[in-house]
């Protein structure tokens, strides 16, 4: 395997994400000598931004960041509100098994 750097066309980009959707990571790789975090680059280029993504000239613009950024941190409060409600129904339930033990102990 070559150590330089290669440039692929986005036409060739393209046929290297189709060929890894039909035959997958593995055969991916051997057929074409390139690392797994290429084409997961590029596969992320190309469903993000579409086949103009595997260009090269399409570039994130800051607002599309922190568009993403304020998305993010809503998931992650609605998953933390969601972590508290369980966290308190586990706790609700231990303490009702604690009250009906105890209190099945208390009638024997």
Excluded: C
Excluded at 7 to 24: D, L, R, V
Excluded at 70 to 81: A, D, G, H, M
Aim: a positive charge; aromatic letters at 6%.
């Amino acid at each position: 395997m070559s150590r330089h750097r290669r440039s692929f066309t986005p036409a060739q980009k393209m046929e290297i994400i189709n060929y890894y959707n039909e035959h997958g990571q593995a055969a991916t790789r051997r057929k074409f000598e390139i690392s797994q975090s290429v084409v997961s680059r590029w596969l992320d280029k190309f469903e993000r931004h579409g086949p103009e993504g595997l260009s090269g000239k399409v570039k994130t613009s800051k607002s599309e960041i922190e568009l993403e950024v304020v998305q993010l941190r809503r998931e992650i409060r609605e998953y933390k509100q969601m972590v508290a409600e369980r966290d308190l129904a586990i706790r609700i339930k231990d303490e009702l098994l604690k009250k009906t033990l105890s209190n099945s102990k208390t009638a024997e």
